[in-house]
């Protein structure tokens, strides 16, 4: 396979730009007529001719300032169209024809369930029509859509200016976008809706009607993304002092989507998993998605599309910024700290995998192949743990004038992420040179912490803290600098009396790490002091602070920071598991089952903090702590303490469990603890055959999704007969609504059984069930490959070559998907080499196939080639 990589370093400014688009297309579905007319101007002198991309398009006219254009003057290439003109500034037409309901790849303009959408981000609009498809070339756009009038609903960006009827039978909407924009901004959406409107009155006063587009019959279950948006809007006003700048914002929902939600400008369209939801079928999980996806593309409008990427590379500009933006928000509308636990929960899971991975690559990428590969956990999520960074070294005031100041300076333009940092620096006498490193350097940074105890002349008790710092070398980068990190930092006593150090380098809490190591000193009478580190994840990094049981509880009993005692817990626990590891059949001591009792009865009425502090570690996060995993060994360890947890402390879960009254439902932050609590606990409980029947009472009384998943979840610990039951009422009442059977499809596969592949076979048989649509792959597939670990890595192969076997086949049809389902298999650097050794032998056969995408093949070879290092 020859594919070729691209470089940041080889970033060349556009040779040409483009300053008006007039598209004139005709929807139909396998052959629809796009017209553009370009309006061309070269930049500065030179004579290379204009290169346009172009991918599985039918040409068929060019124009020439209203000329056909010989053939002596462009050639078509694979991928591309030259223009040889010596004009240095023209009016290019060029019309193609494309075949929408052949596209199964849902990139360009595809259907979805008969509706006509696009998706254009990254390089999808080359699929329409020929054009120069890179982030800094901006345009006006002016777009007419021409359709069968059984198609009632035309949009695209910007604002309606004209409609009309084109003969009997078909029908046009024209739209302008007074915002020059890049193509991938692009949208367009045809179809048969039901719409929630509404409108919303900027703090200057102006007046925006909002739409939101959803399939018929879905009305009632738009309404809470509606309200969302208002929200939304409202905050980035609040916070950032950011209004809405065209008259008219549009949602569409559709059920074929490859990812979350797009941007467009002024016609976001959204996976209809983070659109609809009400009580009945939608979790508090998923209510939670929708408010912060629907903000996620809101503040995209201005970082992103007001202030857009000058190339692919620097992607983490407008995502890494725009995550921490919707993360600030859903903190605000909800909690601080359990939203500070599931993103970093994302972290450790997801992003720490990554970068110990074949795909290790800094928030800002040096190399690509294929750039929906980089639609990443560590562009999106450690990217916004950077600029959290710069939020927590600027203090938000500081924080909102750098932003002031990126927006003061970059509006209309396609910058970099470079230009972001000296925006910031203008808000800040700290010098931002080595923070700057983040942006360059990829892994995980490790903290040690050391302290040492001595006694002085005077026979007081000194206490030398040091902390040093360690990035280990990646796939793609083997020297590694210190990074410039700052660590928030606690020193406690075991009666919960807090210390300062006597170099005062502890500032507000926090300490700045920007050398390999460094010490600071505390005197004490008391002997023994606790170092708390690293307070609200204040950088993405990991910790290595050999602490004992004893000061793990001294941390959960006093810590000021809810996070770190969160976190005090997790590492408690992951040390017994890690005990019974390397003695199976071990009990866990009394002494801890009486601590955690302690602390159980501390937060009685902190609900929030006590059912996060009631979830065991995942298996995935338990593997970044680890190396040369044994998965049955880890997962059965895993599952001996949380039997011996049922055990040891069923009297307090139980008494946690019904303290807790069922009120009837509400998304309310106080009901949504209540609710992720009571399911916590009802999860341990299940291990215990005895409570088998407040599961399935709860199945039965459950008034709303998140009690009735939260009895199934917790029922995939009991008997399978009970849960079978469970599972076919499930299905009974939700077989109509394929988003609900999602959560199903993926408790079904994610069962530790002996018959795994012929469930897995029935799933993908079932009515509601189809390879092309990437929502039911990932909840079944996905579910797999990622959540069910005994059985995917089951050392007989099976789990691997199954997901081998359907990744061919997908990858046929959504290269995208299929690149993304591929991740864990790609991931075998933790793993024991019999596990290793299999995984290899699957990756070799992907590589050896025959027309496999450009996306696959990317995380495949990079992960074969990892091994010969
Ligand atoms: N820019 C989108 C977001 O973060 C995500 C996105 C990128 C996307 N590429 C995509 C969505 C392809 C769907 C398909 O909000
Ligand atoms: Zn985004």
């Known amino acids: 396979m020859s594919v070729q990589a691209k470089r940041r370093a080889d970033y060349q400014p556009p040779a040409f730009s483009i300053a008006t688009v007039d598209l004139h297309i005709t929807l139909h579905p396998t052959e629809t007529k796009v017209v553009s007319t370009l309006a061309i101007a070269r930049n500065g002198a030179h004579n290379a001719p204009l290169v346009l991309d172009g991918d599985g398009l039918e040409l068929n006219a060019i124009a020439v300032n209203g000329e056909a254009l010989s053939e002596e003057f462009y050639t078509l290439g694979d991928n591309t169209l030259s223009i040889n003109s010596e004009l240095d500034t023209f009016e290019l037409v060029i019309t193609t024809t494309i075949a929408p309901e052949h596209n199964k790849a849902l990139e360009g303009l595809y259907l979805s369930g008969g509706a006509y959408c696009t998706q254009c981000e990254a390089e999808g609009f080359r699929r329409i029509t020929y054009f120069m498809d890179r982030p800094d070339v901006l345009s006006v756009y002016t777009v007419t859509v021409v359709a069968d009038k059984s198609i009632p609903m035309l949009l695209a960006n910007g604002n309606p200016v004209d409609k009309g009827d084109i003969g009997a039978s078909s029908h046009f909407v024209k739209w302008h976008d007074p915002h020059p924009k890049p193509c991938y901004l692009f949208a367009l959406v045809a179809g048969d809706f039901d719409l929630l409107t509404d409108s919303y009155t900027t703090s200057s006063g102006k007046e925006v009607a909002l739409e939101l587009y959803v399939d018929k019959g879905k009305k009632s279950q738009g309404v809470f993304a509606l309200e969302s948006l208002k929200r939304a809007m409202k905050w980035d006003e609040d ?92 903190a605000d509308m909800t909690s601080a700290l359990s939203n500070r636990i599931k993103h970093v929960r994302v972290m450790r899971e997801h992003q720490f995998a990554e970068d110990a991975s074949a795909m290790s690559h800094p928030i800002r990428p040096e190399e690509v192949i294929e750039m929906n590969n980089f639609y990443t956990v560590t562009v999106y999520d450690k990217g916004a743990e950077v600029i959290r960074m710069f939020h927590t070294l600027l203090g938000p005031d500081g924080f909102r004038r750098g932003m002031d100041e990126y927006f003061k300076r970059h509006d209309g333009q396609a910058v970099t992420c470079d230009d972001f940092i000296s925006a910031m620096q203008s808000a800040t006498d700290l010098d931002l040179t080595q923070f700057a490193r983040w942006y360059s350097q990829s892994g995980t940074p490790v903290i040690s912490v050391e302290h040492k105890i001595q006694n002085d002349d005077n026979d007081d008790v000194i206490h030398t803290f040091t902390l040093s710092q360690h990035t280990p070398a990646t796939s793609d980068q083997s020297e590694k600098e210190s990074l410039y990190i700052p660590v928030n930092i606690e020193i406690i006593d075991d009666e919960g009396n807090t210390y300062t150090d006597n170099e005062s380098m502890i500032q507000n809490g926090m300490v700045i790490l920007n050398a390999p190591s460094m010490s600071f000193t505390v005197n004490a009478e008391n002997a023994s002091l606790t170092p708390v580190v690293l307070g609200n994840f204040s950088a993405p990094a990991k910790v290595e602070n050999p602490l004992d049981t004893a000061s793990l509880l001294t941390i959960f009993k006093y810590a000021k920071d809810p996070f770190n005692r969160w976190d005090a817990m997790q590492t408690l626990y992951d040390r017994c598991i890690k005990q019974i590891e390397d003695a199976p059949g071990c009990a866990i001591s009394n002494d801890i089952w009486e601590g955690i ?20 570690p995942s298996f995935e996060t338990l593997c970044q702590s680890r190396s040369n995993i044994n998965v049955s060994a880890l997962s059965k360890a895993r599952k001996a303490f949380c039997d011996q947890f049922a055990q040891a402390l069923e009297q307090e879960l139980l008494q946690v469990f019904n303290n807790i009254d069922a009120a009837s439902y509400s998304y309310t932050q106080d009901a949504v603890n209540q609710r992720r609590c009571k399911n916590v606990v009802l999860a341990h409980l299940a291990r215990l055959p005895q409570h088998e029947g407040a599961i399935v009472a709860q199945f039965d009384a459950a008034d709303n999704m998140t009690d009735t998943l939260g009895a199934l979840r917790s029922a995939q610990h009991c008997n399978s007969a009970t849960f079978d039951t469970l599972m076919a009422r499930f299905e009974a009442t939700w077989n109509h609504d394929p988003l609900v059977l999602d959560k199903w499809f993926a408790l079904h596969a994610t069962q530790n059984r002996d018959d795994i592949f012929a469930t897995i076979t029935m799933l993908c048989e079932h009515p509601q069930f189809a390879m092309s649509n990437p929502n039911r792959v990932r909840s079944v597939i996905g579910s797999f490959a990622f959540y069910n670990s005994e059985r995917f890595h089951a050392l007989d192969g099976s789990g691997y070559k199954f997901v081998t076997d359907y990744l061919l086949k997908l990858d046929a049809v959504n290269p995208q998907v299929a690149a993304r389902i591929v991740t864990p298999l790609t991931q075998w650097q933790g793993f024991a080499n019999e596990h290793q050794v299999l995984m290899k032998q699957q990756l070799g056969r992907l590589l050896n196939h025959k027309g496999l995408s450009k996306d696959v093949f990317e995380k495949v070879s990079k992960s074969l080639a990892y091994d010969k290092h």
């Open 239 to 330: 916070v950032f002092g950011l209004e809405y700048d065209l008259d008219i914002y549009m949602i569409v929902a559709v059920d074929f989507f490859n990812m979350g939600a797009m941007e467009n400008k002024g016609l976001n369209v959204f996976n209809s998993k983070f659109v609809l939801a009400d009580q009945e079928s939608a979790t508090d999980d998923d209510f939670f998605n929708v408010e912060s996806v629907i903000a996620h593309e809101y503040f995209h409008n201005w970082t992103g599309n007001r202030v857009t990427c000058r190339d692919w590379f620097q992607l983490s500009l407008k995502e890494g910024l725009t995550v921490f933006r919707d993360q600030q928000f859903s």
């Open 597 to 616: 009792k302690q602390a159980i009865a501390q937060e009685q009425s902190n609900l929030e903090l006590l059912g996060e502090c009631l979830v065991t």
